[in-house]
């Protein structure tokens, strides 16, 4: 934030200093250091934990990286879709026939996966952010059930409702990983670029940009900003950032269904982002670890009344956490923040 | 003689039966500093929407710098010069003074479609300054929502100039504004570079006077005189259509007695 230092203008290596607000530099140092001891600690998981629960974890980072790119979408843009699980889903089938049919290698197969998904997303969303508010929510149902459709009903190509199966596993210069934990390692290295990536888009200019539209998009018009093309930019890079969650999911699960691309999974998601706090990309990276925990490893054990569970913690959330997990963590910025506030105003 | 900056000619917008601006040709030459007045309902704040494009015309050209502008889009409009500030502050409420004034400035002078991070930092130390002019330079990290409602109005004025504006319309720029603070703001409007063109629409006439070397009144959608402010003070129609009948509507609208201490 100080400009006392030379006009080092667009310098992208200055990413710290300008992605973040002044008021969090207080916090930044503790930030770092929570970030890389949970960085040390999500490393060394399969060290540490057995295969099923490294491959739970997987699935979680799996599902963090695709609700952050949802947050793209909800919490940054304020354009909330309900048919986001269908870029998702495009990447999915996508790195599964690419694997099936030409090659297997990890880094081809998400990469196509994300193309897959932003080429989607570029398809329809020059239509769907036309709109806003309930009617984009519309529209992005109708994308999300037409893809699934489609995927249900081209079953010489995605296996219709049985999936498409029989996924080979990730190979990394031509080696198959098949053991839990080196797929995992493959799934948190990507997921962590694809963060990174999500954050850097979010703390550019044209992540500003597309907060003044979230909240005032007739004023970011009359300052010479044309909405239209920061919103179908964003619906792009997050379509594209699905398919590459989607892509990952296939080469973990190793069988995509319909459902991936359906309204279920869309539904979930958007439960995860506002669960975790949407706009704040960690956030509903952490709402989307709790709705996989509770969905697949403590739902099947309470006699199939894990959706009941999710359904009370999202209750309970929105009553108790009306910001997500990521407003817990704005108290204390808050209070921080009303007290110079009040003394300025004195 | 060179084209005036703004161009009106027969320009008109109507809603159903009303007429709301009715065929106003007016113009407006390079480093103008030009009122707007007239009682409410004169068409003031709709004129200014047709000519920042929020509103097309129903009739009309206008012209900016001598090229037509009357089709384009407001964005379009507005990175031809046009900037404005709006009657009811229209800010970035989620965010920090600094960030909304970013907003704006990094459309000129930074990277704004960049998606990745950049120091920015010509366009922060122009948001640093117009801070600092505004009065808001200790208020930068604040959320604009925690802004009272005179400095909110700053910020909107720092946020148009942010725009780098040739053409800076300026609706009622000082209601709701201290007398501190509107006399900060005269000095400061008073202070902007001649390539800058002002168009003011105000209902505090002392501020007007102080600030404009011209003024147009408007009437129930009409252009009724364009002059100096002495004559604009001294026409007997004026009187009577606005100052006249009108005074006391003028002064229980929006102004409190306070504000007459102004100028």
Not at chain 1, 75 to 86: D, E, K, Q, R, V
Not at chain 1, 95 to 105: D, I, R, S
Not at chain 1, 330 to 346: D, T
Not at chain 2, 135 to 144: E, H, K, S
Request: net charge positive; glycine share 12%; aromatic share 6%.
């Amino acid at each position: 934030m100080t400009v006392d230092s030379p006009p080092a203008r667009g310098t992208p290596g200055a990413t710290a200093a300008a992605g973040g607000t002044p008021r969090r530099r207080g916090s930044r140092p503790l930030a770092a250091v929570l970030g890389l001891v949970l960085l040390a600690v999500l490393a060394a998981v399969p060290l540490f934990v057995d295969p099923f629960g490294t491959n739970t974890l997987s699935r979680i980072l799996v599902f963090a990286l695709f609700a952050m790119s949802l947050d793209l979408l909800v919490g940054i843009t304020g354009l909330p879709s309900l048919g986001h699980a269908a870029w998702f889903g495009i990447g999915a089938y996508t790195a599964g026939l690419v694997a099936e049919h030409w090659t297997a290698e990890g880094v081809v197969t998400v990469l196509l996966a994300a193309v897959a998904g932003a080429v989607g997303a570029a398809a329809t969303g020059w239509l769907a952010v036309r709109s806003s508010g309930v009617f984009f929510l519309m529209l992005t149902l109708a994308i999300g059930e037409l893809v699934h459709q489609l995927a249900q009903s081209a079953d010489t190509v995605t296996g219709g409702s049985n999936g498409l199966f029989g996924i080979p596993s990730i190979r990394v210069a031509g080696t198959p990983l098949t053991l839990a934990g080196y797929v995992y390692w493959f799934v948190l290295a990507v997921v962590l670029l694809g963060a990174l990536g999500l954050w850097l888009v979010s703390a550019s200019p044209f992540g500003a940009a597309l907060r003044g539209i979230r909240d005032n998009e007739a004023r970011m018009r009359s300052l010479g900003y044309t909405p239209f093309r920061y919103k179908y930019a964003a619906f792009v890079l997050a379509g594209g950032f699905a398919g590459l969650a989607g892509g990952l999911f296939a080469g973990l699960v190793r069988i995509v269904n319909p459902s991936d691309a359906g309204f279920s999974t869309s539904a979930l998601l958007l439960l995860a982002v506002i669960l975790g706090g949407a706009g704040t990309l960690w956030g509903p990276a952490l709402g989307a670890a709790v709705v996989v925990l509770v969905r697949d490893t403590y739902g099947p054990t309470l006699e199939g009344h894990g959706p009941l569970l999710l359904g009370v913690v999202f209750v309970l959330a929105v009553y108790l956490l009306p910001q997500g997990v990521a407003g817990l963590a704005g108290v204390r910025a808050g209070i921080g923040r009303r007290r110079p506030a009040r003394e300025g105003s004195s | 003689m060179t084209a005036p900056l703004l161009s009106l000619s027969g320009v008109t917008r109507s809603f159903g039966a009303l007429r709301a601006v009715d065929d106003v040709t007016l113009d407006v030459p390079a480093g103008a500093r030009h009122a707007l007045i007239g009682p409410n309902g004169a068409g003031k704040s709709t004129l200014f929407k047709l000519v920042t494009g929020e509103m097309p015309v129903t009739a009309g050209r206008i012209r900016l710098a001598g090229q037509d502008v009357t089709r384009l889009s407001e964005p379009q409009r507005a990175r031809r010069g046009i900037s404005q500030t709006l009657q009811h502050s229209s800010l970035f409420l989620s965010q920090t003074v600094e960030q909304n004034v970013l907003l704006a400035a990094q459309r000129r002078h930074g990277s704004r479609h960049s998606p990745v991070p950049r120091r920015q930092a010509a366009a922060r130390e122009r948001t640093r300054a117009l801070l600092a002019d505004v009065g808001l330079a200790d208020r930068a990290t604040v959320p604009v929502a925690a802004l009272s409602h005179g400095e909110r109005r700053q910020v909107e004025v720092a946020l148009a100039l942010a725009c780098e504006p040739t053409l800076l319309l300026l609706d009622e720029p000082a209601a709701g504004m201290s007398p501190a603070e509107s006399a900060r703001l005269v000095d400061l409007l008073r202070a902007l570079p001649e390539s800058v063109t002002v168009v003011v629409v105000e209902h505090d006439l002392d501020v007007v006077f102080a600030l404009a070397r011209s003024v147009t009144v408007l009437h129930l959608g009409r252009v009724l005189l364009t002059g100096t402010p002495d004559e604009v003070r001294g026409d007997t129609a004026v009187q009577e259509a606005y100052l006249g009948t009108g005074r006391e509507a003028l002064f229980l609208d929006g102004a409190g007695p306070a504000r007459r201490e102004v100028g």
